[in-house]
């Protein structure tokens, strides 16, 4: 990593400073000498030519001035270089302590380790899913039970899915499903969940949600904390019919700092957190193009405020989406 400028250890000042010390007094010692070697322009007894004077202190003066606007052009910059390596070198020592914590993390089960990334991925700070009194209780909740079937019940026609006959997934409950349950208490949060993971299409996005998510929580990132700017349902719809560029920024609401660069620098160095955050915004973004074509300005609205929305505003942030 290249290393800031370094100041002078006496005084502070530095080479640069010192060349333009020593360029403007050579400066004005030369041009000095020369006004004071060449021979007067007036005959004796001539008044004073005030004019040659400015013109002498023009000729003095304005080099000088001109040399120093460079040596604070630099300085400035050299400040400005110092305080981004400041900030680089914070954010790379972060880094670098939560991944010493994980090596020396102990290996837990598989089982434990995937409960435990699931509640982690919805935590929130009043009413997150690690309040639940039991994980696999909860898990057990999540995973759709098939319905009983009568024992003369006729078996389906060949190449027809259980999946295949259930009812499309209504509007509100892909909202629903999509924000995930808030606590062990909330039934329609968890029959909504249910209903979307029998749904091929609003399960694979679900699925793809709860990696991001748990991934993002690894790093202290939760959707719970983000508090997105709002953006009106026309512009989701423009974005949804695939117009893209610059009017497109606000959909970008979430605006966290600290957030966007942890992100962004994961994304640089783990490549299975960069593949997942593709796909999950692949996902997202065919939903939103068959959602937006019967939902309403309310629906769209409401979509925007879940957890797998306000994921989507931040790594589309971060991966340069709504440039």
Partial sequence: MTQPPTRD??????????IAAGLALGWMITV?????LLPPAREPGESFDSLRFVLMLIAIFMPVAMIWVAAAAARSARIMREESFRVQSAIDGMRQTYLAERAKA?????MEKKLDEIAEATKKTESAMSRFASRREVSRMIVP????????????????????????????????????????NDR???AALRRALRDRNARKLVQASQDVLTLLSQDGIYMDD??????????????????????????????DRA????????????????????HFLRKFDQMLVTFEDRATDTDMLELAETRTARAFMLLGRATGTFD
């Fill in 9 to 18: 250890p006496a005084d502070g000042i530095t080479r640069t400073e010192r």
């Fill in 32 to 36: 000095g000498l020369f006004f004071w």
């Fill in 106 to 110: 102990a290996p837990e089960p598989v």
């Fill in 145 to 184: 039970q098939p319905a009983p079937q009568p024992a003369d019940q006729q078996n389906l026609p060949l190449g027809t899915s259980a999946e295949d006959m259930d009812p499309p997934l209504e509007r509100p409950d892909l909202i629903r499903a999509l924000n995930f349950p808030d606590d062990e």
């Fill in 188 to 190: 329609d949060g968890f």
């Fill in 226 to 255: 983000m508090r997105p700017d709002p953006a009106s349902a026309s512009l989701w719809r423009r974005f949804a019919k695939g117009e893209r560029g610059p009017t497109m920024e606000t959909l970008g609401a979430i605006r």
């Fill in 259 to 278: 957030a966007i660069a942890l992100t962004t620098g994961r994304m640089r160095e783990d490549a299975i957190f960069r593949d997942t955050v593709h």
